[in-house]
């Protein structure tokens, strides 16, 4: 061994090992020779991905990632995780450390376990912990022979497949099995040891289907705790678990399990955390369910009955989750635990009043949820002493009466839930004194309030949502709306509002709805200031005159609605991706530099005299004429100054970006000869390259001298996210994200940055965005089954290849069908990867703010969370799913599309696209089955909803 060592070449690393082979004993201080070797080998092999200083710390006890005994004479245990492995040479040479403890090469990139490996380490006598999880290990799993010792074996989120049989079944002291997050199929293995000391088994996210074992699995009579969520098991729960008489945790959720929750499980009295949400059981709940439980998740499940009165009184209870359900019958909570944080009882059948008096005591309930049952009587102003309360939603029941002023009291509230009631009153009280502070979204729609909005609500200096629309208020909108300090959406629409409309917060981001009240007069040119703002929904009004050009500046944009008011004139000339609706008006739209008129959306519009028109076409014309002889003299005063654009910065010479950095990315050499940085800047300084708008990317059109055509993509408010000290870290996540590897994502190929903003280029897709070709092309109409099955499964690979990422998971920021190109009508590339990492609202800093998502995509959790999570990108695949099964756009019928589908769910065939499900009864029934997915997809709660790979799972399984 000592002979080998000295025959490396690296000038550092032979003068080392030359030393060691002579002075083992000194450099290594007391480590034995064999095992300084050994070390010496590793950090050879492991180089340049792990940097062990052999050079200044000679020990190897004092490596990163290295423990020694008390003695400092033995390794015991060594931790490579998280250094982006991917050979697994090094591993048979870890086996040469026989007094190893604890291997840990978690989080790696590494794909196999090589046979040496496992038959030299199953050798060592004290080996106790073997972790492999989070790398990408494939094939069956090893049978591990030997380790004899082995208590913890962790092989988690790795892609291994094939069933399990008796590859463990040799490790007599196994008490930790964690196997989570792979492809294992067949039935669930029952032989897991020998000597029966199995703790802990975890098997959640794989393909594990049949029945859970009658007997074997059971007999492992030390199990505290067992994970068996997100499979394919069916069946019923067995009555042998109660002799399971230490089980603390069992977790079976999202599965096909069905029966009735077995009364065996009341007998275990250990267990704390049970968990069967997203099955199908049914029956009752048996009445003493809760009395040794922590945590109680049955929600989305076929149970039925009555909710037993005394679930809520254990006094450890602090999680029940019986939502979405068929629970009937009156609430009879008789008290509710102090412990209690968080009840969800929403989407059932429960009838009669909340209870007041349960309230009393629970002073850590944080979260209340009974939305969409059929309770009626007021709300009870007891809720006002719950003062850890964080989240109230009773909507969408048949409540009255007014909003009691203790709900003023809930200084910890964020989230207020009353929509679709039957209130009355004002909405004064509770805002009469400045309270609610940490209020972020305030729901208050689809009721019968009164009176005027409280100018209070402007203090508000939190709120984010404001959705008062479908009431019976009055008066004028409070001057002070716009001194909101954070306002992103106001809903004021369906109401009997007038008065001017005062100046509204520049912060509005998603939506400014008016529609439907009695606003008079001309259509003010200050809402132009709103520059962030998507949606601006005037229709149903009483405006007149035209509609001020000043309007086309609003540069995020994305719909305009103008129907059913007293307009007229010429409408401006906005940008091809703002949808305009003006029905119900006299507005014509002017005509392009071509004489052609803009694709707005016109159903109804009032058609005046032959004489009017006339006129109007007079108008129209002169204008053209004397926008014509305008644009001449802004082209000759071009040689003499430059032009100031909205959309591009000046460059030093011709209005163009200044180049600060560019670089390719792609090895490919087509690409490489093709792409001309200055070409591509051209490209963004005309607007009429523009091809699509997303929430923060504008996508531009660039013909290279070749002939070869790019997507050139700016980062729309970059240069507030991205300071230019941040460019270097811009230019490493372009050169990680270009490494990606999947047909289903589009990668850059290149990045320029300028003095204002950031570029990146695209291959271009003729095809365009599944928006356009859904909703807006030509093809909409036309696109079967076949090729909207193709999408989903296509994005769906893209998503689970993006979130499986070990070393840091990749999320979207604006996940929406605007982002999901298509390079042929069967194969969608998920874009937009970039902005996560680069123009992440939370993580930016300086004065850069923005909705993480487009309307109708956004989860509902995100109005208090402002987080973008795996659960967020889950719930805006399921928005996608369901366009593509409606073939209607998020937004659809006034309403977000998932309210709509949720509220039409006792009529699928009403649901889905009937021009596509008429096709046969096979697609038919395929197209229910993936509804079934994309209505777990968008669950309220976010731990409801599967992860990708079960979701992609689920969407091949419906083939």
């Avoid at 009004?541 to 008011?565: C, E, H, I, R, W």
């Avoid at 897709?765 to 089954?785: C, K, Q, R, T």
């Avoid at 795996?870 to 019928?893: C, D, M, R, W």
Wanted: proline share 5%.
């Amino acid at each position: 061994m000592a002979t080998y060592n000295c025959m490396y070449t690296s000038s550092f690393l032979s003068v080392f090992l030359l030393y060691s082979c002579f002075s083992p004993i000194m450099v290594f201080s007391q480590l034995s020779q064999n095992q300084a070797t050994t070390m010496a080998s590793l950090s050879n092999l492991l180089a340049p991905s792990v940097t062990w200083n052999t050079a200044n710390h000679s020990n190897p006890c004092s490596w990163n990632g290295v423990t020694c005994d008390s003695t400092k004479s033995h390794v015991i245990m060594i931790s490579l995780s998280g250094n982006s492995l991917n050979s697994s040479d090094f591993l048979p040479v870890l086996c040469q450390i026989e007094t190893l403890q604890h291997i840990d090469v978690s989080n790696n990139s590494l794909s196999s376990i090589p046979h040496d490996f496992i038959t030299e380490c199953g050798k060592i006598k004290d080996l106790k912990l073997l972790n492999f999880s989070g790398n990408n290990l494939s094939g069956s799993l090893p049978t591990f022979n030997g380790f004899a010792a082995l208590e913890y074996l962790d092989m988690s989120f790795n892609v291994l497949e094939s069933s399990i049989d008796i590859q463990l079944d040799e490790m007599i002291s196994l008490k930790t099995l964690n196997l989570t997050g792979n492809k294992f199929n067949g039935h669930l293995p029952t032989k897991l040891g020998k000597s029966m000391v199995l703790e802990q088994l975890l098997l959640a996210k794989n393909q594990f289907q049949g029945e859970i074992p009658e007997e074997q699995l059971f007999s492992y009579e030390n199990l505290t705790l067992i994970d068996l969520s997100e499979n394919h098991l069916s069946g019923a729960i067995p009555s042998h678990i109660v002799h399971l008489s230490k089980l603390q945790t069992l977790f079976l959720s999202s599965n096909n399990l069905s029966g009735p929750i077995p009364m065996s499980i009341l007998n275990i009295t250990t267990l704390v955390r049970f968990a069967a949400n997203q099955n199908n059981f049914n029956g009752s709940l048996p009445s003493a369910i809760s009395n040794n439980l922590i945590s109680l998740d049955l929600s989305y499940n076929d149970l039925s009955g009555p909710i037993p009165k005394n679930i809520l009184s254990s006094p450890r209870m602090e999680v029940v989750d019986l939502s979405n359900n068929r629970l009937s019958g009156t609430l009879l909570l008789t008290s509710i635990s102090p412990s209690i944080v968080r009840l969800r009882l929403g989407n059932n059948l429960l009838q009669g009043n909340i209870p007041s008096d349960a309230f009393a005591k629970a002073q850590n309930l944080t979260y209340l949820e009974l939305e969409s049952n059929e309770l009626t009587g007021g709300i009870p102003a007891m809720l006002g002493s719950c003062h850890n309360l964080a989240l109230l939603d009773l909507s969408q029941n048949h409540l009255s009466g007014i909003l009691p002023a203790e709900l003023g009291n809930l200084s910890n509230l964020q989230v207020l839930n009353l929509q679709m009631n039957k209130l009355n009153g004002t909405i004064t009280t509770p805002f009469q004194n400045g309270q609610l502070q940490k209020l972020l979204k305030l729901n208050l729609s689809m009721n019968s309030l009164t009176g005027s909005i409280p100018s209070q609500i402007s203090s508000l200096s939190n709120l984010r949502f404001l959705h008062l629309q479908q009431n019976n208020m009055s008066g004028s909108i409070p001057s002070s709306i716009g001194n909101s300090p954070a306002l992103l959406d106001l809903q004021l629409g369906g109401n009997q509002l007038s008065g001017a409309i005062p100046s509204m917060p520049l912060t509005l981001q998603v939506s400014l709805n008016l529609s439907h009240n009695n606003f008079s007069g001309s259509i003010p040119s200050s809402l132009s200031i709103l520059y962030n703002l998507e949606i601006l929904d005037l229709s149903y009004n009483k405006f007149s005159g035209g509609v001020p050009d000043d309007l086309t500046k609003m540069a995020a944009l994305t719909q305009l609605l103008l129907n059913n008011n007293q307009l007229s004139g010429l409408l401006p000339r906005f940008r091809d991706f703002v949808h305009v609706e003006y029905n119900g008006t006299s507005l014509v739209p002017a005509p392009t530099s071509d004489n052609t008129t803009p694709n707005y959306s016109q159903v109804s519009r009032k058609k005046g005299s032959s004489v009017v028109l006339a006129i109007l076409v007079a108008i129209a014309a002169a204008v053209f004429l004397v926008g014509l002889i305008t644009l001449l003299v802004v082209l000759v005063s071009r040689r003499y100054s430059k032009v100031n654009n909205e959309h591009v910065h000046s460059g030093e010479d011709h209005g163009l970006p200044q180049i600060l950095q560019s670089r390719l990315l792609t090895p490919n050499g087509l690409h490489r000869s093709n792409i001309d940085f200055s070409k591509a800047m051209e490209a963004v300084a005309e607007t009429s390259n523009v091809t699509l708008k997303t929430k923060f990317s504008t996508y531009y059109k660039a013909i290279m001298p070749s002939g070869s055509i790019y997507f050139v993509k700016k980062m729309n408010s970059t240069e507030r996210a991205l300071p230019a000290s941040s460019h270097a870290r811009f230019g490493k996540e372009m050169e990680a994200l270009a490494k990606l590897n999947n047909s289903n994502v589009m990668t850059p190929l290149a990045y320029v940055l300028s003095s204002d903003a950031a570029y990146t280029l695209y291959e271009f897709v003729s095809n365009g965005s599944l928006f356009d070709v859904l909703h807006h092309g030509s093809m909409g109409n036309s696109l079967d089954w076949a090729s909207r099955y193709s999408i989903a499964v296509g994005v769906a690979q893209g998503l689970s290849f993006l979130h499986g990422i070990t070393s840091s998971p990749i999320l979207l920021l604006d996940l929406s069908s605007k982002s999901i190109m298509l390079k042929s009508l069967k194969e969608p590339l998920v874009g937009d990867i970039e902005h996560y990492k680069v123009i992440d609202p939370s993580r930016s800093t300086g004065n850069f703010s923005a909705v993480a998502g487009s309307v109708g995509y956004v989860p509902p959790e995100y109005a208090y969370t402002m987080k973008v999570t795996v659960a967020g990108n889950v719930y805006s695949f399921g928005v996608i799913l369901l366009e593509l099964l409606t073939g209607k756009p998020a937004v659809t019928e006034g309403t977000e599309l998932v309210k709509w589908v949720l509220r039409n769910s006792m009529n699928k065939d009403y649901i889905i696209d009937s021009n596509v499900s008429k096709t046969s009864q096979a697609v038919r029934n395929q197209m229910i089955s993936i509804l079934q997915i994309a209505l777990v997809c968008v669950s309220t709660s976010p731990g409801s909803r599967p992860k990708m790979k079960s979701v992609l799972r689920m969407l091949l399984n419906a083939r």
